[in-house]
C-alpha cells in the first residue's frame, strides 16, 4: 500500500507543473484553495492520515518528506498567487528550469524516488 502511495504522490506532483502552467495563463485558480496547503493533495490526506505506519512515520525519509512536501506547497502556493495577481514573469521565472518552483520539485521526487526504494 505505502509503495503505491508514494507513486501515486510522484504522478500527483509532477502534474502540478502542468497545472500552474495553466494558472499562470489563465490567471486565476480552479481550486479556491489551490495548491496551498499540503494536507489538502491526494498525497497529503494519506501522509497525515494514521494510514502510514509508525515504522514509516520515525525514518528519515519521512521527516523528509513532510519537510520537502510542506516547501513544495508553499512554493506553488508563490506561484499561484504572483499569477493570480497578474504577475506572470515572476511565476514563470519561478518555473524556469532552475526555477524556486522546479528545485523544489526535484528535490522532493528525488526524496520521494528513494523512499518508495525503501519501503
Same mark, same amino acid.
Given at each position: 500500500? @505505502?509503495?503505491?502511495?508514494?507513486?501515486?504522490?510522484?504522478?500527483?506532483?509532477?502534474?502540478?507543473?502542468?497545472?500552474?502552467? !495553466?494558472?499562470?495563463?489563465?490567471?486565476?485558480? @480552479?481550486?479556491?484553495?489551490?495548491?496551498?496547503? @499540503?494536507?489538502?493533495?491526494?498525497?497529503?490526506? =494519506?501522509?497525515? !492520515?494514521?494510514?502510514?505506519?509508525?515504522?514509516?512515520?520515525?525514518?528519515?525519509?519521512?521527516?523528509?518528506?513532510?519537510?520537502?512536501?510542506?516547501?513544495?506547497?508553499?512554493?506553488?502556493?508563490?506561484?499561484?498567487?504572483?499569477?493570480? &495577481?497578474?504577475?506572470?514573469? @515572476?511565476?514563470?521565472?519561478?518555473? !524556469?528550469?532552475?526555477?524556486?518552483?522546479?528545485?523544489?520539485?526535484?528535490?522532493?521526487? &528525488?526524496?520521494?524516488?528513494? =523512499?518508495?526504494?525503501?519501503?
Amino acid at each position: 500500500m @505505502e509503495k503505491q502511495e508514494i507513486n501515486n504522490a510522484i504522478t500527483e506532483h509532477a502534474m502540478y507543473k502542468f497545472k500552474l502552467n !495553466d494558472l499562470i495563463c489563465k490567471g486565476q485558480l @480552479e481550486d479556491h484553495k489551490g495548491p496551498c496547503t @499540503e494536507t489538502d493533495c491526494q498525497f497529503g490526506k =494519506w501522509f497525515y !492520515d494514521s494510514a502510514v505506519s509508525s515504522r514509516h512515520r520515525s525514518s528519515y525519509f519521512y521527516k523528509q518528506v513532510k519537510q520537502l512536501h510542506g516547501e513544495f506547497h508553499q512554493i506553488a502556493c508563490k506561484v499561484a498567487g504572483l499569477a493570480v &495577481e497578474g504577475n506572470t514573469d @515572476e511565476a514563470r521565472k519561478m518555473m !524556469d528550469y532552475d526555477g524556486e518552483f522546479q528545485q523544489a520539485s526535484n528535490k522532493l521526487m &528525488e526524496t520521494l524516488i528513494r =523512499w518508495r526504494e525503501m519501503v
